[in-house]
């Protein structure tokens, strides 16, 4: 760190890699980059921070050549540009990774890397190795160049995407929350990777939420705020402040003040605990008991082994695991989405594996999944018709077969007053409500009337803050009403305020379960990076 | 059952195979460049009838079987660069499109050849074949095999070339990439709607030039829709070659041996109704679709217009 | 396309201009071409309207042709509106008529007339619905994409159907090879005094059942939910797979049903090389209707004025009725242009 410190420095005297200068951005109905100035120094890992939607992705995107700004000025080594494209950004010498991989798997890791080039030419393989060797020495990586991308795991796969980032020349390097897919011992390599090609003066703009990785990696902090550039935290002051004070600075900035939304993670996880204490009656049979589950995944995909489980009324048991070990599979098993391979699946003593989803659904189990336009909702259809998308031909709503449309719709009136669900109408597209608004409809679809088991799949994924604490407050309402809930995240915040037990996936088996009781963070991280087994 | 042996029959039966079988695979060769970049392009069947009918036209004018091929190729590409500017320039919907080229093909070739032709079907001349020296002299395979119309031949060639087109450059790689995984074809800095065009115009070009050589050479004039459900069968050839241009001239000589057989059955003396026999391409498309169905694999963004930034 | 189902102070006069659009400028472009060709366009049309709308005997052939079309158009909603091509249809059609062909003239022998030829239709039906069978299987259980497998299956189905005219059912008394023929009398009625056969009945009738099926029913909510978001259905717990073949069943049994219709009520039999390939024509129909049952009898009656017309106009002005494929062709294109703009329209003006 001292080292790029010093690099960061001698750069920081010349003229940026990358200068901004109020630069704006709009989408419809969105204010995505507001007058947003700032500059990337050579040999710098500049770390811009900020939570879902503050403004990131947007800005990588007009750096990388996806999208133009409404106004603002680009300067790339003191010059003016227009980046119009992907081909302009790279041909800047500005590569970038992006959050979810670019490679075409089926082409293999050289081929990849020969992407892009002029179709007249014939294909270079001797040229384009060497250059590989290159990049793999500076990287300080070794992959073997003929084997396809989607044999690769994620991190090699990064690795690759970094080269190519970097093939037209080495000047600046973006990373679009790279960390998101890693494991641990995953990220502390990509850190060693940025840290090495920073004192190579290469100048690294790292995107992340996480403020952990951006006080390790980062020689600057920038923070956005609902498109705004609201502060930065230059080398100097890094240097000055240890972890604690740059997180509680950091905190201030990204969130307006460290007491914005009331409640810090410290006293959020108090006050879940104290609300959780003897709720659950301990001598009550399980609801839903879950034996030496699994299923057969498809290439790609993680599937379970001998997963065992059970859960009592009114208790929560969290799923904790890095995303793609085995959640899809559990979450839609239980469901009743996907068939198992061996194993039983009992609810309230009775054997439901072979049932399918309305089955399941009779017998209480409620299922609110993650992809809430991919399979949750029809996007076209009215928000009355997702409302009872689930029960579809029951009376009274339906009668003899017949759709009763008025009281379909004076259902969703009624629905929408009671949950505050904002739309225009009850006929109004689903597509066109916000995240949080179609969770809304999710969590009254799928809480109401008979349910006795909830099954989250990451139900804060994607959502604003507010929204965020509006569906944990469900959550724990509905354990409290007496909801068995398993609650599949990845967020360990989310779990430690929520859970009673936490248990961990790990490449499709549950590696271990803890109460919920004391400092278990480190525990649990180290059952889902695979270091405890 | 001997007549089926004699050499008359068999080189009647292979001759003809391969007569119906290389606009097949001239047009499925076509249709797979389209799928490996992730256009499905319903709309085979009607640029195979425009080549027919262009082909036709030129042919009968110039009296050139070359120009008329080119003349051909040129109507095919015509109608692709319609759908290309539509389907993949606009983003709109490849099947109602692909529809739409069918039948408006079929009603104008047809409504165009009776303002020229009135209700006369005029013939062209004998085919110019060339008879490989030495090769044709070989019994029975000789004459079936190796006296064709050059274009024959190259269509052929057209196999090993485009195998290693896909496999060794850097067209290849962009196909593959943009059929495959858009986005990073975008990203590394080449546009998905320029390499998709090309390949509906690729596709367009020889399915045009197989409709030229099916009204020119296997039939020697034009009559409306006759290329009755070949560019159907050449889609289904490109989705079952999984990419592999190898297996499109299998298949393509396959569905020629039961498209010829009525001829090569007539040779014989055997008359079935041409009706059976029309049945059995069909059939075998099913049958084959039916036993191999869980192995047929298509690109993962087949069908999809792209859109940058949708993730 | 659910939004026209669930909203119905949708605005008129945007929703009328998609609809109308398409129409005028197919006409137009068609026209163009008519005058390129040396036809006066303007004199065709007239000739058309003319004689497919204005003489007594040319409405009556235009009502009686859209009997047929309207039920394959009564099919054709069931499956689009679940999301599915079936573009077997004429194959489904031709089948179902040689089989109602063959059967009806053997059945009135012994059996009360209109028994006959309710049996006659749904046979017919069946018929049609099990020529279906393997594409819903392939597309229900392995996903195959049903426009090629439905295709496969009408080019099979086309010549099954003339072999059995031939080989099979042929009416040893005639020279060309043709199936028995039903007696004039024993046809389904006449309405009033008109050529017009009860077929039409049947036909509107059917398009507004499917119409309520589909808004009215859960079973026709389901298919919506499976052709709008089969993920979603899966979610929801809906047996899409059973869905699936159910949809296709109906939708090819409707033009087994249209194919039984055209025999029974106006023609009588089935000749050898007979097919009126209606299938492809009536898609932009019910495509330009939205998959809308009233919008779906109007548009089917102004495409038979212009079928029958077009017809008179072939033998008269010199315009083969290929014409007609051409001006479909033009509305299928024209309506997926217009569809276009209006999306790119209402995204600029979001933002």
Redesign the interface.
Known sequence: MAAAAQAMQEGGAGIPAIALAGITKRFPGVLANDAITIDFHPGEIHVLLGENGAGKSTLI?IL?G??QPDSGEIRVRGRPVTIG???ES??LGIG?V?Q?V??????TVL??L??????????DRKGTLARFNELSAMLGVTLDPDVPVGRLGLGQQQQVEIM?ALWRGEGVLILDEPTSMLTPQGVEDLGQVMRRLASQGIAIIFITHKLREAYAFGNRVSVLRLGRKVGELPPERLQALDEAAVTQEVVRLMFGSTDGHGDDAETLLARGRQRRAGRVDPAAAPRLVVEALSTSAASGECGLTEVSLSVRPGEVLGIAGIDGNGQKHLAEVLAGQRPAASGRILIAGQDVTADGVAERRHHGLRYITDERLGEGTVGAMSVATNLVLKEIGHPPLWDRGLTRWDRVHAHARAMIQRHDIRTPSERTPIAKLSGGNIQKVLLARELGGEASIALFNKPTYGLDLQNIRLARQRIAEGAAAGLATVLISTELDELLELSDRIAVLYRGRLVGVLENQGDIELALGRLMTGAAT | MDAFLSEAFLTALLSGAITAGVPLLLAGLGEQISEKAGV?N?GLEGMMLFGAYGGFVCAYYSGSFWLGFLGGGASGLLLAALMAL?CVR????Q???G??????????T???H??QFSRSYPRLDEVPALALPGLAQIPVLGPALFQHHPLVYLAVLLVPLLAWLYR????G??L??AG??P????????SVVATRGYAVLATGFLAGLGGAYMANVGAGLFV?FMT??NG??A??LA?LARGRPVWVIFGALLFGVSLALTTALQVTGVNV?T??V??LP??M??LV??LF??H?VLPPALGLPYV??D? | MTALVESPHGAWIGASLRILLPVVLALVAGGL?LLL??KDPLAYYGYVVERGLLSWAGLQESITRSAPLLLIAAGLIVAFRAGI?N?GVDGQFLLSAVIAAALAPELVAFLPGWLALVIACLVAFIVGALWSL?PAI?KA??G??E???S???S??GI??A??LV??VFRDPATTVPQTLTLPVEDRLVRLFDSTINFGIVIAVLSVLLVHLLMTRSAFGLKLQIVGANPRAAIHAGLPVGRLTIATFALSAGFAGLAGAVDVVGVLGNVRADWNPAYG??V??LV?LARFHGPAVVAFVFAFAVLQIGGESAARRIG??H????????????F???V??LDQRRRQRRGA
């Open positions: 995107a990388a996806m999208q494209s992907p081909r790279l041909d970038t992006f979810h670019m490679l075409v798997p089926s082409l081929e990849n020969m992407l892009g080039r002029p179709w007249w030419r014939p294909l190519r | 499905l319903i539509l606009l983003g709109m919907n099947i109602v499109i529809i739409a080229l069918t039948v408006g093909a079929e009603g104008l047809a409504l165009l009776h303002f060794r450059s850097a067209i790689l962009n593959e990439s495959s995984k986005g990073a074809l975008d990203a590394a800095g080449v409306p009755s459900g159907f069968i889609i289904v989705m109704p009706d059976v029309q049945m069909f059939a498309v099913i679709l039916v169905a869980r047929s940058r930034g993730r | 071409i060709l040396g091509w573009l393997i392939l259980r392995y195959i994409n426009i090629i497998t295709l496969m299956m080019f099979l010549s099954f003339n072999v031939k080989l492809l024509l898609v932009p495509f315009v083969p290929f014409y007609v494929l051409v001006l479909v062709g033009l509305l299928l294109l309506l997926a242009v569809e276009y």
